[in-house]
């Protein structure tokens, strides 16, 4: 059980996060080791970002549900898992009906046992981690006790197969030397960063080590090292990969706020893959939320990064938030006026972009990337979960923003909330909704549908919005709504939605 209070929310950091400086590597050990398999080769790439537990094709949807409640236990947390198929994703309630899961430290042959605020599904993250083409779920519970130690956190590794997720073969990872409040796994990552094995390599952050790699071979999750230390001290809070060189490897991004700055700012720290691991390359500005995705079709990923508006931005009237683009290219991601400088900015002022900018609008708290009208280039769904709609503060909305050959672009850009005509539900104060983002092909149709949540809808129990896709963008029509409930998840104050998988 954790010993500590229930964390604050704040739009777009994670709950977890605390300042701590961005310090590197004091160690990590393995609590146990999945057990031996016999699998095919996996097909694990730097661009392969497909959440597909079960191998069928169809990308699968992992939820994290942190604040809910477990055997009685209040904030123990679980995962859910929705399984891609013909028809997309559903629920245990829809017709047709989809294939779910609820998955928590209760459920049998998972490790450690459900305790109020574990935080069980703080962080999600996905990824082949054993290389047998099935994608595997990767769940931090940073609010785990290790004995007697509060909040050292630990991470749980659930593998996939031909059935999806079970328990039959899992790993629970944790620091070698569990420090108090330390919060091992509030944040996670995996992709195949380096040449060592034909599996993607695992990332865990925590807030007060700052961050570990591991490798999987043969059985067994090992610490291969950490990147070095980024010129601002970094609060962790997020992490993305993408192949910005396109060499091949994924490269790693982290970012969060600096105390550098009195943490008014977002910075994000690059680290470049490649056959000797990952190598720092230089600090970027920007960087709450974040997401990668080729934009401009050029074979190069690119960063999207959010951050808070400056007060400069404030004066000249942009104080509701804004993203920032940086190019990949053979250095990696790129500024305006090259790498290492600042990106190209958007914000709710930039021609084109639907509404206006507002102080609290929290614009770029969450951001997703991925091709929604099937034209090759990745579009950007930006999330503004304290956009107040007509009267209603904090009710929430999207955006989204296409990519094109000359990059992002607002040219046919769209806006939606919960009072956009044939959306499910009425804007509510607090609902937040598009405090996370999510665009995902479940259907396997080669665009990507939109998942919006709103963590604060009916009174904190949290909701999911699935927006579907079609040559034109996203649609209301046809949008649809589910919680926890509908799952088989416990939906009382559990702010379902508050963590999906990227």
């Known amino acids: 059980m954790s010993s500590t209070a229930r964390p604050a929310r704040r739009f777009g950091v994670s709950a ?216 601002h001290r970094l609060q962790p809070g997020y992490l993305t990969t993408g192949d910005y060189d396109h060499n091949g490897f994924a490269d790693l991004v982290v970012s969060g706020y600096s105390p550098d700055d009195d943490y008014t700012k977002g910075w994000s720290a690059y680290y470049a893959g490649g056959s000797d691991g990952l190598t720092y390359r230089r600090d970027l500005p920007g960087g709450l939320g974040t997401a990668s995705g080729d934009i401009d079709k050029d074979g190069f990923d690119d960063l999207v990064v959010g951050q808070l508006s400056s007060a400069d931005d404030e004066a000249e009237g942009d104080a509701g938030g804004k993203i920032g683009v940086y190019y990949g290219g053979e250095n990696g991601p790129a500024g305006v006026d090259g790498p290492g400088t600042g990106p190209q900015w958007w914000s709710q002022n930039s021609p084109g972009v639907p509404g206006s900018s507002e102080a609290g609008d929290a614009w770029g708290a969450d951001l997703s990337v991925a091709d929604v009208n099937g034209d090759g280039f990745a579009d950007v769904a930006v999330g503004a979960p304290g956009e107040d709609v007509g009267t209603v503060a904090d009710a929430g909305a999207v955006w989204l923003l296409r990519g094109s050959r000359e990059g992002l672009t607002a040219a046919h850009a769209q806006s939606f909330d919960q009072n956009t005509p044939h959306i499910p539900g009425t804007a509510e104060m607090d609902d937040a909704w598009g405090a996370q983002v999510r665009l995902a092909d479940t259907d396997a149709d080669g665009r990507a549908e939109l998942l919006a949540a709103a963590p604060g809808e009916n009174a904190g129990d949290g909701a999911l919005w699935l927006l579907p896709a079609s040559n034109s963008g996203l649609l209301a029509p046809g949008s649809w709504s589910y919680a926890a409930g509908s799952l088989g998840g416990n939906a009382h104050a559990a702010r379902f939605g508050a963590v999906i998988d990227e």
């Open 16 to 231: 977890a996060v605390t300042a701590a400086s961005f310090l590197l590597l004091a160690g990590a050990g393995i609590l146990a080791a999945p057990s031996a398999f016999a699998g095919v080769p996996g097909g694990t790439s730097a661009a392969d970002r497909n959440s597909d537990f079960n191998g069928d094709g169809y990308t699968d949807v992992l939820t994290g549900v942190p604040e809910g409640t477990v055997d009685g236990k209040e904030g123990a947390g679980y995962v859910t898992v929705q399984y891609g198929a013909p028809n997309g994703i559903g629920t245990n309630t829809t017709v047709p009906k989809g294939r779910t899961a609820v998955i928590s430290q209760s459920t049998k042959g998972v490790p450690g046992t459900s305790e109020a605020w574990d935080d069980f599904g703080q962080a999600v993250a996905t990824g082949d981690l054993d290389g047998d083409g099935y994608d595997d779920a990767i769940i931090g519970a940073p609010g785990e006790d290790e004995g007697s130690v509060a909040d050292a956190g630990r991470v749980t590794v659930l593998y996939g197969s031909k059935a999806g997720l079970g328990a039959v073969r899992t790993a629970s990872v944790t620091a070698a030397k569990p420090a108090a409040g330390a919060r091992f796994g509030l944040g996670a990552a995996a992709a195949r960063f380096t040449g060592d094995t034909d599996a993607d390599q695992l990332v865990v952050a925590d807030q007060k080590v700052g961050l570990h790699v591991f490798t999987y071979h043969a059985g067994v999750l090992r610490l291969v090292g950490a990147p070095h230390s980024t010129g």
